[in-house]
């Protein structure tokens, strides 16, 4: 409990003595002190730098609100009334709870800041304090955290596939998709996004972001397909230590790095039986629970979902949840294949060998009359995602792919224009074969070197009787 020699210090002090933090105006911050002097010297010192601040007198009041908001730090006197903040503390990280708490107090020793620590606080500071200290603290705390999150967001940046181009293209369709991104984006609404593999799934839900208030926050894309159902919880909601066997140390979940953001759920139609029910409840609580966690955490986060497969069909096949499916599908943005939007290609082709050129370090090859003509009439069964690949190849190579490219600079005859669609089709047809010996028969294996999804090349082969 403060006393009044525990007081907070208002004496005039530079302003440059105070670290600024430019996270600072977005944070929400709990306040927990049975001193009512302390508690309003620090609302009324953070309610104009900060987005919210909340107020609670003991441990009982505190655990009340934090199970309805998403605190991003908590400031926690240790001598309370009742409970200790340290024992609080200890609780909440027992639970599940991640997000920075720094612990002040009038009575000090070296074994209290030792157990602090043990415990999980992010900062200790002694009362009486100055307006600097605090904020300072507030400061670090807010930085780390936010570095903590980029850094983790990054990481998985760099791990995944090269995207597939700007949502750029001359088509009705394009136009029609950006429309509903500038319409829909600034809303807080859920979007599913449709479409075949490689249509440019994640680049829409990326423009998506970064057309809403939440631009400035993290945008994390996830691929439900490529996470082992056993783990997926785990990824997707955060686990304690020991919750599991390997569980050797807690791990917050991806809804915590996407905190204030966007969470992109690719693939959506591949998560199991169980873990649509559980992000069913998480869309209708905002709160998720970490595995081996006895408490929900509050979450703040936007879904994107997206997916490749017929979702209606699948609720009729009894195979994904019908109310999950109303609920992810309160919008849906659709994107049609690469070959239903022809006039699409040029301007993506020119995009991928300007990016991809600089990339590899090499100088772009010459996008001809007659190669732009041949690309246009290809049938892009891997859509953006193959067209991609093929002008990396080319920049590799030196040249374009001849199964794509055929006789580029050549003007078709007359007589051969009808036919050129039956030809595309036998050149397209002798490519995934090739790409289907090379892999040894493994369908798999072709179809990702093909830039395909596995259900396009089975299809295909089933309709070649190959």
């Known amino acids: 409990m403060a006393t009044t020699a525990d007081a ?9 003595d105070i670290a600024f933090s430019p996270h600072l ?49 908590i400031i926690l006197d240790n001598i309370m009334a009742g409970r200790t903040g340290l024992e609080w503390l200890e609780e909440l990280r027992g639970s599940g709870f991640h997000r920075d708490v720094i612990l002040i107090t009038a009575f ?49 940046e760099l791990k995944a596939l090269p995207g597939v181009g700007a949502m750029v293209g001359a088509s009705n369709a394009t136009r029609s998709v950006r429309g509903m991104i500038e319409r829909v984006g600034p809303m807080p609404t859920t979007v599913l996004v449709t479409g075949e593999s490689g249509t440019g799934k994640e680049v829409t839900a990326r423009s998506l972001h970064d057309v809403s208030s939440r631009a400035g926050k993290p945008f994390v894309p996830v691929n439900c397909a490529a996470i082992a159902p056993e783990i997926i919880e785990s990824e997707l909601f955060g686990h304690l230590k020991g919750a599991f066997t390997g569980a050797a140390s807690s791990r917050e979940g991806l809804f915590f790095y996407a905190q204030g953001g966007t969470l992109f759920l690719d693939e959506v139609g591949e998560l199991p039986p169980a873990m649509q029910s559980k992000l069913l409840r ?12 006895e408490r929900e955490i509050p979450v703040d986060v936007r879904l994107i979902a997206a997916t ?35 006039a699409d290609v040029e301007p993506l082709a020119h995009l991928f060998m300007a990016e991809l050129s600089a990339q590899l370090g090499v100088p772009p090859l010459d996008l001809t009359a007659g190669v732009l003509r041949a690309l246009t009439r290809y ?25 794509v490219v055929p006789d580029a600079d050549e003007e078709p ?16 047809k002798a490519h995934m074969l ?32 190959a």
């Open 8 to 16: 907070p210090q208002e004496a005039p002090h530079a302003a440059s």
């Open 25 to 73: 105006s977005g944070a929400s911050i709990l306040v927990v002190d049975d001193e009512p002097g302390m508690r309003n010297f620090l609302v009324r010192m953070l309610a104009s730098r900060c987005r919210h601040v909340a107020e609670a007198a003991d441990v009982a009041a505190a655990s009340k609100l934090l199970e309805a908001t998403p605190f991003d730090l």
């Open 108 to 156: 000090a020793d070296l074994e209290t800041a030792i157990k602090a620590l043990r415990a999980g606080a992010a900062d200790f500071v002694l009362k009486p304090f100055r307006s600097n200290q605090i904020l300072n603290a507030i400061a670090r705390c807010l930085d780390r955290g936010r570095l903590m999150r980029e850094n983790f967001v990054l990481r998985r």
């Open 282 to 293: 998480v869309i209708e609580d905002k709160k998720v629970r970490p595995v081996g966690a």
């Open 308 to 342: 490749n497969c017929d979702l209606a069909t699948a609720v009729a096949q009894g195979r994904f949840r019908q109310d999950l499916y109303y609920r992810l599908n309160v919008v849906n943005i659709h994107l049609a294949p690469l070959r239903a939007r022809a």
């Open 379 to 403: 049938d892009w069964p891997g859509n953006v995602r193959e067209l991609r690949n093929v002008i990396e190849r080319s920049l590799i190579l030196g040249e374009f792919p001849s199964d």
């Open 413 to 428: 005859a007359a007589a051969d224009v009808d036919a050129l669609p039956q030809a595309l089709g036998a050149v397209e």
């Open 434 to 465: 090739k790409v289907l010996g090379e892999a040894g028969g493994n369908r798999a294996e072709a179809a990702r070197r093909l830039g395909v999804s596995r259900k396009t090349l089975d299809r295909k082969l089933k309709a070649w009787n």
